[in-house]
Protein backbone atom coordinates (compact mmCIF):
# COMPACT_ATOMS: atom_id res chain seq x y z
CA UNK A 1 0.00 0.00 0.00
CA UNK A 2 1.45 3.52 -1.16
CA UNK A 3 2.26 5.94 1.64
CA UNK A 4 -0.75 8.52 1.20
CA UNK A 5 -3.01 5.77 2.25
CA UNK A 6 -0.73 4.64 4.74
CA UNK A 7 -0.46 7.94 6.28
CA UNK A 8 -4.26 8.20 6.33
CA UNK A 9 -4.25 5.18 8.45
CA UNK A 10 -5.60 2.79 6.47
CA UNK A 11 -3.55 -0.42 7.08
CA UNK A 12 -0.29 -1.70 5.09
CA UNK A 13 1.62 -4.37 4.98
CA UNK A 14 3.48 -6.03 7.86
CA UNK A 15 6.86 -4.06 8.63
CA UNK A 16 5.03 -0.90 6.63
CA UNK A 17 4.50 2.39 9.17
CA UNK A 18 0.91 3.08 9.16
CA UNK A 19 -0.63 5.60 11.29
CA UNK A 20 -3.04 5.01 14.03
CA UNK A 21 -6.45 5.97 12.84
CA UNK A 22 -7.98 5.85 16.14
CA UNK A 23 -5.78 8.13 17.64
CA UNK A 24 -7.90 11.80 18.06
CA UNK A 25 -6.00 14.96 19.43
CA UNK A 26 -2.62 13.75 19.40
CA UNK A 27 0.52 16.09 20.59
CA UNK A 28 2.17 17.83 17.69
CA UNK A 29 5.38 19.91 17.20
CA UNK A 30 5.95 22.30 14.35
CA UNK A 31 9.95 22.96 13.48
CA UNK A 32 10.80 25.70 11.75
CA UNK A 33 13.52 25.42 9.10
CA UNK A 34 16.04 28.22 7.90
CA UNK A 35 15.98 27.59 4.17
CA UNK A 36 13.47 25.91 2.17
CA UNK A 37 12.79 22.24 2.87
CA UNK A 38 15.49 19.85 1.64
CA UNK A 39 14.64 16.61 3.57
CA UNK A 40 15.98 13.19 2.61
CA UNK A 41 14.38 10.02 3.55
CA UNK A 42 17.49 7.65 4.00
CA UNK A 43 19.22 10.44 5.62
CA UNK A 44 16.33 11.22 8.20
CA UNK A 45 15.95 7.65 9.01
CA UNK A 46 19.85 7.82 9.56
CA UNK A 47 19.50 10.58 11.94
CA UNK A 48 16.94 8.72 14.19
CA UNK A 49 19.41 5.21 14.39
CA UNK A 50 21.88 7.55 15.27
CA UNK A 51 20.01 8.77 18.17
CA UNK A 52 19.56 6.04 21.08
CA UNK A 53 20.21 2.28 20.40
CA UNK A 54 16.48 1.26 20.83
CA UNK A 55 16.10 2.86 17.38
CA UNK A 56 18.44 0.68 15.31
CA UNK A 57 15.46 -0.53 13.56
CA UNK A 58 13.66 2.89 12.87
CA UNK A 59 13.04 4.27 9.54
CA UNK A 60 11.19 7.10 7.35
CA UNK A 61 9.44 7.79 4.57
CA UNK A 62 8.65 10.89 2.71
CA UNK A 63 6.65 11.56 -0.63
CA UNK A 64 6.60 15.15 -2.66
CA UNK A 65 3.33 16.24 -3.27
CA UNK A 66 1.63 19.61 -4.87
CA UNK A 67 -0.03 22.38 -2.88
CA UNK A 68 -3.29 23.43 -5.23
CA UNK A 69 -4.06 27.69 -5.06
CA UNK A 70 -0.70 28.36 -3.49
CA UNK A 71 2.03 30.57 -5.29
CA UNK A 72 4.50 28.17 -7.49
CA UNK A 73 7.37 28.72 -5.20
CA UNK A 74 5.26 27.75 -2.50
CA UNK A 75 3.01 24.79 -3.64
CA UNK A 76 5.99 22.06 -3.07
CA UNK A 77 5.11 20.13 0.22
CA UNK A 78 6.18 16.81 1.65
CA UNK A 79 4.33 14.68 3.52
CA UNK A 80 5.90 11.06 5.49
CA UNK A 81 5.66 8.94 8.32
CA UNK A 82 8.77 8.03 10.56
CA UNK A 83 8.33 5.29 13.26
CA UNK A 84 10.08 2.44 15.35
CA UNK A 85 9.06 0.30 18.00
CA UNK A 86 5.30 1.39 19.10
CA UNK A 87 6.30 5.01 17.91
CA UNK A 88 4.88 6.70 14.62
CA UNK A 89 5.24 10.19 14.06
CA UNK A 90 3.50 12.30 10.37
CA UNK A 91 5.64 15.02 8.80
CA UNK A 92 4.01 17.32 6.61
CA UNK A 93 5.81 20.19 5.71
CA UNK A 94 5.52 23.55 3.74
CA UNK A 95 7.86 25.40 1.70
CA UNK A 96 6.30 28.76 3.53
CA UNK A 97 6.87 30.39 6.72
CA UNK A 98 4.95 29.12 9.64
CA UNK A 99 1.71 31.72 9.91
CA UNK A 100 2.66 34.83 11.83
CA UNK A 101 0.05 34.43 14.34
CA UNK A 102 1.64 30.70 15.45
CA UNK A 103 5.20 32.32 15.05
CA UNK A 104 4.19 35.44 17.72
CA UNK A 105 2.29 33.19 20.39
CA UNK A 106 5.07 30.95 20.49
CA UNK A 107 7.99 33.02 19.86
CA UNK A 108 7.38 36.08 21.38
CA UNK A 109 7.07 35.53 25.22
CA UNK A 110 10.05 32.98 24.78
CA UNK A 111 12.91 33.34 27.21
CA UNK A 112 15.99 33.19 24.74
CA UNK A 113 18.09 35.63 22.70
CA UNK A 114 16.33 38.29 20.74
CA UNK A 115 18.88 37.56 18.03
CA UNK A 116 17.80 33.98 17.75
CA UNK A 117 14.34 35.21 17.69
CA UNK A 118 14.95 37.47 14.75
CA UNK A 119 17.27 34.68 13.30
CA UNK A 120 13.82 32.62 13.50
CA UNK A 121 11.73 35.36 11.83
CA UNK A 122 13.42 34.58 8.49
CA UNK A 123 12.81 30.81 8.46
CA UNK A 124 11.64 30.01 4.89
CA UNK A 125 9.88 26.87 5.71
CA UNK A 126 8.24 24.51 8.17
CA UNK A 127 6.96 20.92 9.07
CA UNK A 128 4.35 19.80 11.72
CA UNK A 129 5.31 16.89 13.45
CA UNK A 130 2.11 15.09 14.97
CA UNK A 131 2.13 11.92 17.00
CA UNK A 132 0.73 9.00 15.09
CA UNK A 133 1.70 5.95 17.00
CA UNK A 134 0.07 3.42 19.12
CA UNK A 135 1.87 4.31 22.35
CA UNK A 136 -1.09 5.42 25.18
CA UNK A 137 1.19 6.76 27.24
CA UNK A 138 1.09 10.38 27.10
CA UNK A 139 4.81 11.37 28.55
CA UNK A 140 6.11 8.97 25.99
CA UNK A 141 4.26 9.91 22.96
CA UNK A 142 6.23 13.32 23.88
CA UNK A 143 9.63 11.61 23.94
CA UNK A 144 8.45 10.03 20.37
CA UNK A 145 8.24 13.57 18.93
CA UNK A 146 11.36 15.18 20.79
CA UNK A 147 13.27 12.16 19.37
CA UNK A 148 11.78 13.24 16.03
CA UNK A 149 12.42 17.10 15.85
CA UNK A 150 15.77 16.22 17.26
CA UNK A 151 16.34 14.30 13.92
CA UNK A 152 15.18 16.98 11.80
CA UNK A 153 16.98 19.93 13.62
CA UNK A 154 19.86 18.68 11.20
CA UNK A 155 18.11 19.90 8.70
CA UNK A 156 18.97 23.17 9.15
CA UNK A 157 16.02 23.83 11.54
CA UNK A 158 16.26 26.66 14.18
CA UNK A 159 13.44 26.48 16.62
CA UNK A 160 11.34 23.83 17.48
CA UNK A 161 7.66 25.02 18.55
CA UNK A 162 4.82 23.75 20.56
CA UNK A 163 1.42 25.70 20.08
CA UNK A 164 -0.47 24.29 22.04
CA UNK A 165 2.00 24.52 24.68
CA UNK A 166 2.53 28.60 23.02
CA UNK A 167 6.18 27.88 23.55
CA UNK A 168 9.62 27.42 21.87
CA UNK A 169 12.81 25.83 22.03
CA UNK A 170 16.24 26.17 20.21
CA UNK A 171 16.44 23.19 18.27
CA UNK A 172 20.42 23.82 18.39
CA UNK A 173 19.63 22.32 22.23
CA UNK A 174 18.20 19.03 20.89
CA UNK A 175 21.89 18.15 19.00
CA UNK A 176 23.57 16.96 21.45
CA UNK A 177 26.29 15.07 20.24
CA UNK A 178 27.23 13.00 23.69
CA UNK A 179 24.55 14.15 26.12
CA UNK A 180 25.41 13.36 29.79
CA UNK A 181 23.33 10.09 30.31
CA UNK A 182 20.47 8.36 28.16
CA UNK A 183 19.17 10.85 26.34
CA UNK A 184 15.94 8.97 25.95
CA UNK A 185 15.91 9.22 30.15
CA UNK A 186 17.10 12.63 29.97
CA UNK A 187 14.00 13.62 27.57
CA UNK A 188 11.63 11.69 30.15
CA UNK A 189 12.83 14.41 33.11
CA UNK A 190 12.29 17.46 30.92
CA UNK A 191 10.72 20.20 32.94
CA UNK A 192 7.34 20.25 31.65
CA UNK A 193 7.00 23.70 31.31
CA UNK A 194 9.99 23.85 28.94
CA UNK A 195 8.54 22.34 25.91
CA UNK A 196 5.89 19.67 26.66
CA UNK A 197 3.36 22.51 28.12
CA UNK A 198 4.18 26.29 28.57
CA UNK A 199 4.49 28.97 30.78
CA UNK A 200 3.10 32.65 30.56
CA UNK A 201 3.43 35.89 32.71
CA UNK A 202 0.74 38.65 31.72
CA UNK A 203 0.56 41.49 32.93
CA UNK A 204 -2.92 43.47 32.99
CA UNK A 205 -2.59 47.43 32.42
CA UNK A 206 -3.58 49.15 34.91
CA UNK A 207 -3.66 46.18 37.40
CA UNK A 208 -1.56 45.42 40.18
CA UNK A 209 0.35 41.91 40.15
CA UNK A 210 0.61 39.33 37.17
CA UNK A 211 -1.18 36.46 36.09
CA UNK A 212 -0.05 33.02 36.31
CA UNK A 213 -0.75 30.89 32.82
CA UNK A 214 0.32 27.73 31.84
CA UNK A 215 -0.90 25.76 28.31
CA UNK A 216 -0.85 22.51 27.12
CA UNK A 217 -0.79 20.82 29.98
CA UNK A 218 -4.27 18.73 29.31
CA UNK A 219 -1.77 16.71 26.78
CA UNK A 220 0.02 15.56 29.87
CA UNK A 221 -3.63 14.70 31.78
CA UNK A 222 -2.41 17.81 33.48
CA UNK A 223 -4.51 20.82 34.59
CA UNK A 224 -3.87 23.96 33.21
CA UNK A 225 -3.85 26.81 35.68
CA UNK A 226 -4.22 31.21 35.70
CA UNK A 227 -3.88 32.59 38.92
CA UNK A 228 -2.67 35.83 39.79
CA UNK A 229 0.51 36.50 41.88
CA UNK A 230 1.57 39.56 43.75
CA UNK A 231 4.79 39.82 41.12
CA UNK A 232 7.31 38.29 38.87
CA UNK A 233 9.14 36.75 42.12
CA UNK A 234 6.23 34.30 42.14
CA UNK A 235 7.16 32.56 38.70
CA UNK A 236 9.81 30.13 39.80
CA UNK A 237 7.08 28.51 41.92
CA UNK A 238 4.66 28.42 39.13
CA UNK A 239 7.45 26.94 36.77
CA UNK A 240 8.43 24.51 39.66
CA UNK A 241 4.34 23.64 40.58
CA UNK A 242 4.90 21.46 37.23
CA UNK A 243 8.50 20.94 36.34
CA UNK A 244 8.14 18.53 39.51
CA UNK A 245 5.00 16.74 38.99
CA UNK A 246 4.99 13.33 38.33
CA UNK A 247 5.37 12.54 34.86
CA UNK A 248 2.50 9.61 34.70
CA UNK A 249 0.19 10.92 36.52
CA UNK A 250 -2.68 8.47 38.21
CA UNK A 251 -6.48 8.46 36.85
CA UNK A 252 -7.09 10.10 39.92
CA UNK A 253 -5.82 13.37 39.19
CA UNK A 254 -8.40 16.04 37.70
CA UNK A 255 -9.54 16.54 34.98
CA UNK A 256 -8.05 20.04 33.43
CA UNK A 257 -10.28 22.69 34.08
CA UNK A 258 -12.24 23.71 30.94
CA UNK A 259 -13.89 27.36 31.80
CA UNK A 260 -12.69 30.03 29.62
CA UNK A 261 -12.80 33.69 30.53
CA UNK A 262 -12.11 36.35 28.89
CA UNK A 263 -10.73 40.07 30.61
CA UNK A 264 -8.99 43.14 29.71
CA UNK A 265 -6.50 43.88 27.26
CA UNK A 266 -3.48 42.43 28.40
CA UNK A 267 -0.02 42.06 27.06
CA UNK A 268 3.32 39.70 28.18
CA UNK A 269 5.80 40.44 30.18
CA UNK A 270 8.41 40.21 27.50
CA UNK A 271 6.25 41.60 24.42
CA UNK A 272 5.83 45.25 25.99
CA UNK A 273 6.97 46.73 23.16
CA UNK A 274 3.85 45.75 20.90
CA UNK A 275 0.85 46.96 21.04
CA UNK A 276 -2.10 45.32 23.51
CA UNK A 277 -3.82 42.93 22.53
CA UNK A 278 -6.49 40.45 24.17
CA UNK A 279 -5.74 37.61 26.11
CA UNK A 280 -7.77 34.58 26.80
CA UNK A 281 -7.05 32.84 30.28
CA UNK A 282 -8.74 30.27 32.53
CA UNK A 283 -9.81 32.64 35.18
CA UNK A 284 -11.99 30.55 37.31
CA UNK A 285 -9.00 27.79 37.56
CA UNK A 286 -7.13 27.69 40.59
CA UNK A 287 -4.28 26.09 41.51
CA UNK A 288 -5.12 22.85 43.00
CA UNK A 289 -3.52 21.96 46.69
CA UNK A 290 -2.72 18.55 45.75
CA UNK A 291 0.11 19.59 43.06
Same mark, same amino acid.
Given at each position: ?55 ? #? ?27 ? #? ?29 ? #? ?5 ? #? ?44 ? *? ?117 ? *???
Amino acid at each position: MDLAERFMGQQGLPGELTANAALQNPPSYQMLILGPLDLNADALTLALRAYHPSLA #KAQAELMDVKLEDAPENESSSVLGLAGWG #KHVVKLVGFNMPIPQPVFDTCVRPAHFSEQL #KEDARAH #KSHVILYYAGFETDPLEQFVALTVMASALARFDGILLLNESARSAF *PAEALLTEEPDGDPLDILRAMPIPLLFGGFVKIEIEDEPGVWMRTFGNSYLNLPDVSFKAEGHHQGNETFDLFANVPRRPTPQMPKPCRSDSTFGTARSREGTSSSPRRTTVHARCRLN *PAY
